[in-house]
C-alpha cells in the first residue's frame, strides 16, 4: 500500500470537490476548475471536507497510481484555492520581457524577438523588464511554461547569461588561461 495514497486530502469552504460515476474527480474553485480522471485501480470517495483515496487492486502499478493520483489531487485542491507561481529572472545586456495580451515578448540578444503565445489558464506578469512571475492553477502546466520559456535560452556556465529560474545557483566555468 503506498504511503502517500493513503493520507487523506483536506480542503476548505473555498474548494469543492465530486467524484462522478466515470471516476472523474471535479475539483472546483473560487477561479476555475480543474478535471483528474483516475484509472479502474483507483476510486476516490469524498467525505465531509476530505478526500480519500482506495486502492482496488493488490499490484505494484496499481498501488503507484495510487500515491500518483493522491498527489495530483492535492495539487489541484492546493491550486484552485491558493495557485502555483514560478519566477523566472533574465540575466544579459539586452535581455528584457514585455507582456501584450496574451503574447509574451522576449528580447534574448537574438537578431530577432521571440513572441511566446500564453496558454489559457496562465497568467504572466513582467515585474521589472528582467522578472517573470508564471502563475496559474495547474501545477504541471506552469512548470512546463516556465520550462519552455527558460529553454529559450538557457544560462551559460561561461558569463552566466540567459534565463534562469528564481534562485537558480549556476555552476560558473573558468575561462581559457593564458599561455607562458
Known sequence: MSRVGKAPINFDDKVQVSVSSSNQVTVKGPKTSLNIQLKPEVTAKVDGKKVVLVCNKDTKQAHSLHGLYRALIQNAVTGVGK????????????????????????????SHPIIFDIPDGIEIKVEKQTAIS????SRDLVGQVASKIRSFRPPEPYLGKGVRYVGENIRRKAGKSAGK
Open 83 to 110: 495557485g502555483f507561481t514560478r519566477g523566472l529572472e533574465l540575466h544579459g545586456v539586452g535581455y528584457r520581457a514585455t507582456v501584450s495580451g496574451k503574447k509574451l515578448e522576449l528580447s534574448l540578444g537574438f
Open 134 to 137: 508564471i502563475t496559474g492553477a
